[in-house]
């Protein structure tokens, strides 16, 4: 039997295998915990506010190895909670008498003279 078939069933061979493994570890209670913080705060935060709100869970993947070329490898996370994010803004413009309006005064419309209906202060 060649050496590297020996064994085969404890090989990890990529980051999904890997990921399983710490699955089954404590680590992975960790980030359960983190992600439902995350997920509850989110739901609060729109409950409160009623608007959108965002934030952001980063899992980091360490690995340290030692001298005996043994692997120590640990998922850690962290979280950005929720912040409230600023509600919409509207864009408006400035008209050449210097008044507000929400249509662009350097831009034509679709029906130049007609202005969709709207009545001009020349008509």
Do not use: W
Request: aromatic share 2%; charged share 25%; hydrophobic share 35%.
């Amino acid at each position: 039997m060649p050496p590297d078939s020996r064994d085969r069933a404890y090989h990890i061979t990529g980051l999904v295998p890997l990921l399983q493994t710490l699955a089954g570890s404590g680590i992975a209670i960790s980030l359960d915990e983190d992600l439902t913080e995350l997920v509850e705060k989110l739901r609060a935060g729109l409950d409160r506010d009623n608007v959108k709100c965002q934030g952001e869970m980063v899992i980091s993947l360490k690995i340290v190895a030692d001298i005996n070329g043994a692997l120590d490898v640990g998922l850690t996370s962290k979280l950005k909670l929720p912040t409230r994010t600023a509600p919409p803004k509207e864009r408006l413009f400035v008209d050449a008498d210097g008044n507000l309006t929400t249509q662009n005064p350097n831009r034509g419309t679709m029906f130049e003279g007609h202005d969709l209906g709207r009545r001009t202060s020349a008509n």
